[in-house]
């Protein structure tokens, strides 16, 4: 088997020398544990966090540890009666061609009901991650403006889909015109703006201002920097601002030392959030499983019938992986970002 450890801690944005391919025997499934040869593997932003080693929501990857990754493959050999060979699983089974877990880690997946790299985005982590920040925290209202960035990506297109189905004016932001064509012509965005046409956040928020007349009532914040300067005070009374990410600050070591604001500092969010008395929510979405079953039950069928759209971009083998990851952090990936191992 074939699989990518953390090499060294990257400081600031990772590196193709952070990553070390290596090559083993296949691993033995122990007691109750499940043997699973990985057909996808998924490349998520959270990935960046556990490369350093601070203190976080989840332990970092140890030097020399196999990057952490969801995966979605084939059973080749079970020591527990609830998977057989031939049988299609979901489970964390890391950078690799192949992983072992235990049983009850793993959720049974059925291939003739989707394509299983679905279970990677739009149906799994990172579509329930949309689905959950909308639903519980955005409390989206027929009439209301929404603003999400990463637009095309699997968490802003769930966002902006649901809450266009919702009645809502949809605004995305993305890195460039074919991304911004795709939030509007794939997804249904009623405007979408490139914010790398915007070097300053004055410039970017005037835009947002011209696409949001009646302001902006949901800002699903997914990449803080730039983005959040431009939205904050284009916020409505009551307005609400789950808070799912902030890639554009991931490779600076965290919010301060990446923030690098001369125009938001902390008394500015403070009163605006006091002044328009927001609801500004964070959440990890790993807290909130028990609520995985009602959103595949809500959003499955509407993926099914084509109502809710997604794109995949795909690597192919487990040695592209480091190099796609790192683009995916600049915006590399044009939707959710998997890598084909089979
Ligand atoms: P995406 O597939 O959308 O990839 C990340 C995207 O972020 C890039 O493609 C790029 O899109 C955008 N981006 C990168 N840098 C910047 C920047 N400086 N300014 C603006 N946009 C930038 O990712 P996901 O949909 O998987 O994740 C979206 C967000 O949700 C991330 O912040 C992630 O960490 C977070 N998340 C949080 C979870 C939670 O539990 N709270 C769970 C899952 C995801 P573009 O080229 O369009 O700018």
């Excluded at 049988?87 to 989707?114: C, S, Y």
């Excluded at 909308?134 to 902006?160: D, H």
């Excluded at 932001?173 to 490139?194: M, P, Q, V």
Aim: charge should be negative; glycine fraction near 14%.
């Amino acid at each position: 088997m074939k699989r990518i450890v953390l090499a060294s801690r990257p400081e600031g944005a990772p590196t193709p020398e952070n990553f070390r391919l290596e090559t083993g025997e296949l691993p033995e499934p122990g007691e109750g544990e499940v043997l699973v040869r990985t057909h996808y593997m998924s490349l998520d932003p959270y990935m960046r966090g556990r490369m350093d080693d601070a203190k976080s929501y989840a332990a970092p990857v140890p030097i020399g540890g196999t990057m952490e990754a969801g995966g979605v493959g084939e059973v080749i050999a079970s020591n527990d009666p609830s998977f057989k060979p031939g049988d299609f699983a979901f489970g964390m089974l890391g950078w690799a061609t192949h992983g072992v877990q235990p049983a009850k880690m793993l959720r049974k997946i059925d291939p003739d009901q989707m394509p299983i790299s679905a279970t990677l985005g739009v149906l799994g982590m990172p579509g329930f991650t949309g689905w959950y920040g909308l639903t519980e925290l955005g409390r989206p209202q027929k009439g209301e403006t929404l603003v999400v960035a990463a637009a095309t990506g699997p968490v802003g297109s769930m966002v902006g889909q649901l809450a266009r189905l919702a009645g809502l004016r949809v605004i995305g932001i993305a890195g460039g015109s074919e991304k911004c064509k795709l939030a509007t012509d794939t997804f249904g965005f009623d405007a979408c703006i490139d914010h790398r046409a915007y070097e300053a956040a004055k410039d970017l928020r005037k835009a947002i201002s011209d696409a949001a007349p009646d302001g902006v009532d949901i800002y699903f914040e997914n990449v803080g920097g730039k983005v959040l300067e431009a939205v904050l005070p284009l916020m409505n009374p009551h307005g609400r601002i789950p808070i799912c990410g902030m890639i554009a600050w991931y490779n600076a070591g965290g919010l301060g030392a990446g923030a690098n604001s001369d125009t938001l500092t902390g008394p500015d969010l403070w009163r605006n959030i006091l002044v328009k008395f927001l609801s500004v929510n964070g959440f990890i979405i790993a807290n909130h499983w028990d609520r995985f079953g009602e959103f595949l039950k809500e959003v499955a069928p509407r993926v099914a019938s084509g109502e809710i759209k997604y794109l995949e971009d795909v690597a192919e083998g487990l040695e592209a992986a480091p190099e796609a990851f790192i683009a995916m952090l600049e915006g590399g990936n044009t939707g959710k970002q998997v890598v084909k191992l089979v």
